[in-house]
Nanobody, 117 residues
Framework: QVQFVESGGGLVQSGGSLRLSCAAS????????MHWYRQSPGKQRELVAT???????NYADSVKGRFTISRDNAKKTVYLDMNSLKPEDTAVYYC???????????WGQGTQVTVSS
């Protein structure tokens, strides 16, 4: 099982920006699509952005145009650049690969993002 460690979260004012990072352990990082999720208190985990092994990206409507997912296979790291942040973006953000997330395994501790109004 691949382990992921998320970082880069913090407290930011509405309209601000953050860059989240997700570092993977183990091998076979580049062959899998990678996903960023988020979960707010009392809500289900929500898929925010995906990037395929070939670099194709997709976004939830709520973040489209504001968030950008990217990956560096040499560093086994996936990033989430978040701009024009809103209070409703407040959540714990998690990453996982497509294989593990489909099976509900491999979740890390996440990184907290808090956007103040």
């Amino acid at each position: 099982q691949v382990q992921f460690v998320e970082s880069g979260g913090g407290l930011v004012q509405s309209g601000g920006s953050l860059r989240l990072s997700c570092a993977a352990s183990g091998s076979a990082f580049s062959i899998y699509g990678m996903h960023w999720y988020r979960q707010s208190p009392g809500k289900q985990r929500e898929l925010v952005a995906t990037i395929s092994s070939g670099g194709t990206t997709n976004y939830a409507d709520s973040v489209k145009g504001r968030f950008t997912i990217s990956r560096d296979n040499a560093k086994k790291t996936v990033y989430l650049d978040m701009n024009s942040l809103k209070p409703e973006d407040t959540a714990v953000y998690y990453c996982n690969n497509q294989f593990q997330s489909a099976r509900g395994v491999g979740w890390g501790q996440g990184t907290q993002v808090t956007v103040s109004s």
